[in-house]
């Protein structure tokens, strides 16, 4: 994945309810925003020279009537990356994702939280989303030889599905074609926040649970497949041996009265007094501030 991308925010509307999504806030009076019709898609998507990648995203895209219209204006400024961060859904429509594809779609992350209905819909609490998802994502993975597509997976680790994580990557492995599984640590932020004891679950135990799984995949696809996982937002110090599965965060970017604006999603993050004289300080994400302030950092364990 590119790692710099003007983010569009696409939507102020979801069709799942997830329990732990930073972007369910009660406050949804952005409704009618201007910035979710094609005018205002066009001033806060201006082409930057420096950018060639675009993200839509925020609560459901698919949701916005206009995203077939954006994506094929972001193809006319000279976008070449032009992805769409969504739960699949309305993917499950093969004539809809025809339209988004042809339209100039060439990247989809769609985001899947279990290997069954039970532990996806358990996070997302809405009934049968979980057969739409996973249709979604068939359709998509049909089409990416021929639109030379590229299909990620995004899944948010917590409590109530972290120990599947061994069955969720095997199940997404078998569609043989997803560029990137990549698994998402919780920001304690929205939602996660107001059910954080329900959700937490440590960075050590995780690492831990995350291991298990790697070894074991190792085991049957053999040591010598580069499996294609990446755990974001995951303390290095934790993940001795699988470094090489610590995703390095993109840098997302917006259009704010007119100028590029960093997306301060490393305010989400910090790093630790304890942090400083480890030799994987530039490249570590830290931890989630929340996390930090309600939990502390003594399982962190820099390396000199
Ligand atoms: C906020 S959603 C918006 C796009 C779309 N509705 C979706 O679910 O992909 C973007 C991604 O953020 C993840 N996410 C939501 N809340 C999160 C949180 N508190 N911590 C970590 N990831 C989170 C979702 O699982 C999803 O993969
Ligand atoms: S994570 Fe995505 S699908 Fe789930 S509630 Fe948030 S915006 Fe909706």
């Keep these: 994945m590119d790692n710099d991308r003007l983010t569009i925010f696409t939507s102020a509307a979801c069709n799942n309810n997830c329990v732990f999504c930073s972007d369910r806030k009660p406050d949804l009076s952005f409704k009618n925003a201007a910035w979710l019709t094609p005018e205002g898609f066009l001033k806060q998507s201006k082409k930057i020279e420096s950018l060639d990648s675009m993200l839509f995203t925020t609560c459901e895209p698919t949701l916005n009537k206009n995203l077939t219209n954006f994506i094929k204006l972001a193809k006319q400024k000279g976008y070449k990356h032009i992805c769409l961060q969504t739960n699949g859904r309305l993917l499950s429509y093969g004539s809809y994702v025809d339209e988004l594809v042809k339209a100039g779609l060439t990247e989809v992350n769609i985001s899947i939280h279990g290997s069954s209905k039970k532990i996806h819909e358990a996070l997302t609490r809405t009934p049968n989303g979980y057969a739409q998802t996973v249709q979604g994502l068939k359709n998509i993975v049909a089409l990416k030889d021929i639109f ?76 010598k497949k580069e499996l294609p996982i990446k755990i974001e937002t995951m303390p290095f110090c934790l993940m001795g041996g699988y470094e090489n599965y610590v995703g390095i965060p993109e840098t997302p970017y917006y259009i704010k009265n007119k100028e590029k604006t960093m997306l301060h999603r490393s305010s989400a993050t910090t790093k630790t007094p304890i942090c400083s004289p480890c030799r994987h300080y530039k490249l570590c994400s830290g931890i989630d501030v929340t996390y930090a302030e309600k939990i502390g950092w003594l399982e962190l364990a820099p390396i000199k």
Aim: aromatic share 14%; hydrophobic share 40%.
């Design 148 to 223: 030379r597509l590229k299909v990620n997976t995004c899944s948010t680790l917590t409590k109530l599905n972290y120990k599947n994580i061994y069955f969720l990557i095997k199940m997404l492995l078998a569609f043989e074609k997803i560029d990137c599984i990549i698994l998402n640590t919780l920001m304690y932020a929205g939602n996660a926040d107001k059910f954080f004891n329900q959700l937490f679950v440590s960075y050590s135990e995780l690492a831990k649970e995350f291991k298990k799984a790697i070894d074991k995949l190792k085991r049957s696809y053999g040591d």
